[in-house]
Nanobody
Framework: QVQLVESGGGLVQAGGSLRLSCSAS????????MGWFRQAPGKERELVAA????????YYADSVKGRFTFSRDNAKNTVYLQMNSLKPEDTAVYYC????????????????????WGQGTQVTVSS
């Protein structure tokens, strides 16, 4: 069973930056694709970014492309989401998620592709 713990959220002014981290324990990490999702009040949980198990392939939602960077350090069992040029509309609870162990080099885009979820970390961007 994989446990995921996010950290790094907080309150930041528009235009500022935050780096979220997600540490994994309790299972194989390097063979799993990972994703960052977010959920704003009253809205559906949406995919922000996804990364393949090797880190060689990444995907970004159009709303964050060019501002957010998803990376992973398999030696540390940790993934990171660097968020720059933050906007008030980025305000949400951010969740990291892991797939089951996979052999493909793909990233995954659907919530149903992910078997393990963290508890979330709040990001608030003030205008």
């Amino acid at each position: 069973q994989v446990q995921l713990v996010e950290s790094g959220g907080g309150l930041v002014q528009a235009g500022g930056s935050l780096r979220l981290s997600c540490s994994a324990s309790g299972g194989t990490f390097s063979g799993r694709a990972m994703g960052w999702f977010r959920q704003a009040p009253g809205k559906e949980r949406e995919l922000v970014a996804a990364i393949s198990w090797s880190g060689g392939r990444t995907y970004y939602a159009d709303s964050v492309k060019g501002r957010f960077t998803f990376s992973r350090d398999n030696a540390k069992n940790t993934v990171y989401l660097q968020m720059n040029s933050l906007k008030p509309e980025d305000t949400a609870v951010y969740y990291c998620a892991a797939t089951r162990a996979v052999l493909s080099g793909n990233y995954y885009l659907g919530k149903g592709d992910y078997n393990y979820w963290g508890q979330g970390t709040q990001v608030t961007v003030s205008s």
